[in-house]
Structure formats: C-alpha cells, structure tokens
C-alpha cells in the first residue's frame, strides 16, 4: 500500500558554525534567494537578487552562531530543506531578556504545509527553554499580510513605522512591530 500522506516537517537547530556543512550553507543560500526572488519579506526585497551576496550573508550568520546568542532553527521536508529562520538574543544586560526572529522563510515547495508555523513555534520553545527568554520580537514588511500570519500565532502588533520601507517608486510600506509575551 503506497502512502500518500504529506510528509510530516522535522525541526531542528545549529548552534555553533562548525555544525553547518558547506552543502547546508549552500541549501540556506537557495532558499533565501529562491523566496527572494518570489517576493518574500525575507531580507532582500529586490528580485532577482544576487546569489553571491545572499550567501555572504548566510555566512555572516553562520559564523555568528553560539548557543547563548544565535540559532539556526530549520525546516525538512524528506531530508531536503524546507525553510529556516534566525533566532538572535543581545547580550547586553538591559535587554538581554528578549530575543529576536530574523529572516523568516519557507521554500516555495513548502508553502502551505505548516512548515512557517511550525518554525515559529519551535523558535518560541527553544527561545523560552533553552535560552531563558521571556520575549521575541520581529520586524515584519507591511502590505503583504505577514502581521496576520503572526498574529494567528500568538504575536502582537506594537507599532509601526509608516512608510519605513521604500520598495519602489510611491511604494513605501509600513515596518511592522511585533511582540511574543510571555513565551
């Protein structure tokens, strides 16, 4: 009997740059310039966008890896890659209480089967438990509903800033405050 269920995502974090092959960095790199290029909020808001330039920033985020301050939460689907995002905390003592969720992003293959919220939630837990944070915050682009994708998942708009980000020529969209508290 063939089963023709959907693939069940399995999550997972990288906590230190050595735990991040070559052939991950370069399967981040598509990812994000694939989601790029299809007009996610993930980064680089102007497609096509250069491949070269996308990968030197997920280095930068690989070698920013430590388990106290940076995470790596992925997605897969099948042992392929189906999305991942940045989970950072300052370790400054002001705010070393909250975190942060950076470049959020499912691969187009991917896209409705969970995988976005799922990563959401796995960064709540990871952030909560094994970091001993109390709050997140993200910036999201205003104009293409990611406030009520979040919204649905526990976040709360705290603000805006009007007009923050300039697209294109008379196309400036809000930079969307949001907040998880308590975790």
């Given at each position: 009997?063939?089963?023709?269920?959907?693939?069940?995502?399995?999550?997972?974090?990288?906590?230190?740059?050595?735990?991040?092959?070559?052939?991950?960095?370069?399967?981040?790199?598509a990812c994000w310039t694939e989601v790029s290029d299809a007009g996610g909020a993930a980064g680089f808001p102007f497609p096509p966008v250069d491949p070269a330039e996308v990968t030197a920033a997920?280095?930068?985020?690989?070698?920013?890896?430590?388990?106290?301050?940076?995470?790596?939460?992925l997605a897969t689907l099948d042992d392929s890659l189906a999305g991942w995002l940045h989970l950072r905390?300052?370790?400054?003592?002001?705010?070393?209480?909250?975190?942060?969720?950076?470049?959020?992003?499912?691969?187009?293959?991917?896209?409705?089967?969970?995988?976005?919220?799922g990563l959401m939630r796995r960064a709540r837990t990871i952030a909560r438990d094994e970091m001993?944070?109390?709050?997140?915050?993200?910036?999201?682009?205003?104009?293409?509903?990611?406030?009520?994708?979040?919204?649905?998942?526990?976040w709360q708009e705290i603000g805006r800033w009007p007009g923050a980000l300039r697209m294109g020529a008379e196309d400036d969209r809000d930079e969307i405050l949001m907040l998880l508290s308590p975790l």
């Open positions: 009997m063939i089963d023709d269920r959907p693939a069940v995502p399995h999550y997972t974090q990288l906590v230190t740059p050595d735990s991040v092959s070559h052939t991950l960095v370069a399967s981040l790199a997920v280095d930068r985020i690989v070698t920013s890896l430590d388990p106290a301050s940076s995470r790596l939460v905390r300052d370790p400054f003592p002001l705010v070393a209480h909250w975190g942060s969720v950076h470049h959020v992003q499912t691969s187009l293959r991917a896209r409705g089967l969970g995988v976005g919220a001993g944070l109390e709050q997140l915050r993200l910036a999201a682009r205003g104009g293409i509903g990611l406030e009520d994708f979040y919204g649905r998942l526990g």
